[in-house]
């Protein structure tokens, strides 16, 4: 009972599981690199809103490792308000059923804001299971200069105001020009009165001897002599 009157021997060709776990291997690779070296943060949670993945831009912005916050969600990582900002724009992501774009802000630990210009979008896994993913760039510098410019122009209106002075913008490749208030109560007529705006606006309602003093004037600064 103890003898051996042969031996069975099977084979199993395992090219084509091999080929696939490298191409697999591969695009993981190419993933990584691609998001690692994006300039973006980006990020992808689960179906319960539960972090899967982000790369290491976002690492790095935010001082934190994939593995410390794999799983969790925005209300346990972020403060109340940015937590439930978030969730809010992820619930209005997918009410759209489309790419939607924010702006959001987070903070650091010094009570700093970064201002972010995000695009949260949903997609679906091999498993048919949906996806929250979105990158953000930081804005911060666009948006304070924007700021910046916001409260410049404030005070320049307060001064005109003031002044009343009357002001008259011309955008030449547009051809569109602004005239403000008090530019029409000089001439004796209320801005309403003088719409539609155009450069004949302005044309019409200068005095015949003083419009081509005017023109030669505006052809000079066309001509960067003045």
């Known amino acids: ?39 973006a943060t980006c990020w992808i949670k689960d179906h319960q809103g539960r972090f899967v993945y982000f790369n290491e831009p976002f690492e790095r912005h935010f001082g934190v490792k994939l593995e410390d916050w794999q799983g969790e969600k925005d209300d346990a990582l972020w403060p109340k308000e940015v937590a439930e900002a978030f969730h809010q724009n992820d ?7 489309c790419p939607t774009s924010f702006n959001e802000t ?32 930081d804005n911060t510098k666009a948006n304070i200069i924007e700021q910046e410019l916001e409260e410049q122009k404030a005070r320049i209106e307060k001064i005109i105001d003031a002044t009343h002075l009357g002001t008259w913008e011309w955008n030449v490749p547009t051809s569109q020009v602004f ?40 052809q000079s600064h066309f001509d960067r002599k003045t």
């Open 1 to 39: 009972n103890d003898r051996i009157d042969g031996t069975i021997i099977t084979f199993t060709d395992l090219t084509e599981t091999l080929s696939m776990e490298a191409e697999l291997k591969i695009s993981q690779q190419r993933f990584e690199l691609f998001m690692n070296n994006s300039p």
């Open 91 to 97: 619930l209005e992501m997918l009410e759209k059923e």
């Open 106 to 137: 987070t903070y650091d630990r010094d009570g700093n804001p970064t201002f972010w210009k995000t695009i949260r979008f949903s997609f679906r896994d091999a498993q048919n299971q949906t996806l929250l993913a979105g990158l953000g760039l």
């Open 179 to 218: 005239f403000n208030e008090n530019w029409a109560s000089m001439l004796g007529y209320t801005l309403e009165e003088l719409h539609p705006l155009s450069l004949n606006t302005w044309t019409e309602l200068t005095h015949p001897d003083d419009l081509a003093e005017a023109m030669e004037k505006v």
